[in-house]
C-alpha cells in the first residue's frame, strides 16, 4: 500500500554471455603422461630395453599424477558443494530484517528523490524526517494510519520554507506511533527480506521492492 499526501513535500511515493575455457596445454594430465610412457616403450631399442627401475620410476610418477589430479578434482567438486550449500542456506533469512548500514538518499536540486521506509509495526501516525548532515531538518512528510509494512515516498526537494534544497546527502528517519499509542522509529536502509534470487553464480535479497546483493547487506537480525 502506498501513502499519498500532498503539499510541499509529497509523500507516494540479458542473456548471461557464455564463455569457453581454452586447454591449459602447458600442463600434462594423467592421459597425456599415460600416451608418453606407452610411446616410449613402443619405440625403446630392443637390444637395450628399459630397465625396471625407470620403468617404476615412471609408474610411480603415473600414480601420482592420477592422485593429484583426483585431489584436485575433489577439492573442485567440494568447492561447488559448499558453494551452492551457502547460498540456500540463505534461504534462511526470508522473514528477517536485513540493514544496508545506510539511511541516506542523494539528492540532484530541482529533481524528486524517492526512497523507501520499513515501518515493522501498523502505523496509527507519524512522520519522515529529512536531515542534512549536521542532523538539520529538512523536510517532512506526515505518515497517515496505515498498516505495517514498507512504504515508498517521494521528496520534491523542497526543504520546509519551501525552498529548494541543495544537491548533496541526506539522511531519512522516521518517528511514528501505533494504534496503543507506542512511540516508535524506523529509518531508511532496513527492510525485511521477501525472497532469495540465485542469478549467475550471484545472490540476490528482495529488499521492499528491489533485488540487492547479499554482500550489500551488513546485518541480519
Do not use: C
Not at 99 to 125: C, H, M, N, R, W
Amino acid at each position: 500500500m502506498a501513502i499519498t499526501a500532498t503539499g510541499q513535500n509529497a509523500a507516494l511515493y540479458a542473456e548471461p554471455a557464455v564463455s569457453t575455457v581454452a586447454k591449459d596445454k602447458t600442463q600434462l594430465s594423467k592421459d597425456d603422461f599415460m600416451k608418453l610412457f606407452l610411446t616410449e616403450l613402443q619405440y625403446q631399442d630392443p637390444t637395450e630395453p628399459m630397465d625396471t627401475e625407470k620403468i617404476l620410476a615412471q609408474t610411480s610418477q603415473l600414480a601420482t599424477l592420477e592422485s593429484a589430479d583426483n585431489t584436485n578434482q575433489a577439492l573442485s567438486d567440494l568447492s561447488a558443494a559448499l558453494g551452492a550449500s551457502q547460498q540456500f542456506s540463505t534461504i534462511a533469512a526470508i522473514g528477517k530484517t536485513a540493514d544496508l548500514g545506510s539511511d541516506a538518499i542523494a539528492l540532484d536540486k530541482g529533481t524528486v528523490s524517492s526512497f523507501e521506509v520499513y515501518f515493522p509495526k501498523e502505523i496509527s501516525q507519524g512522520t519522515v524526517t529529512i536531515s542534512d548532515a549536521d542532523g538539520n531538518t529538512v523536510g517532512t512528510i506526515d505518515v497517515a494510519e496505515n498498516p505495517a509494512g514498507v512504504y515508498k515516498f517521494d521528496w520534491d526537494g523542497r526543504d520546509v520554507n519551501g525552498n529548494q534544497a541543495d544537491s548533496g546527502i541526506y539522511h531519512v528517519n522516521a518517528n511514528y506511533s501505533d494504534p496503543d499509542g507506542n512511540v516508535l522509529q524506523t529509518r531508511l536502509g532496513a527492510y525485511p527480506i521477501e525472497s532469495v534470487r540465485f542469478e549467475n553464480g550471484n545472490t540476490l535479497v528482495k529488499l521492499g521492492s528491489s533485488y540487492v546483493p547479499l554482500e550489500n547487506v551488513v546485518e541480519v537480525y
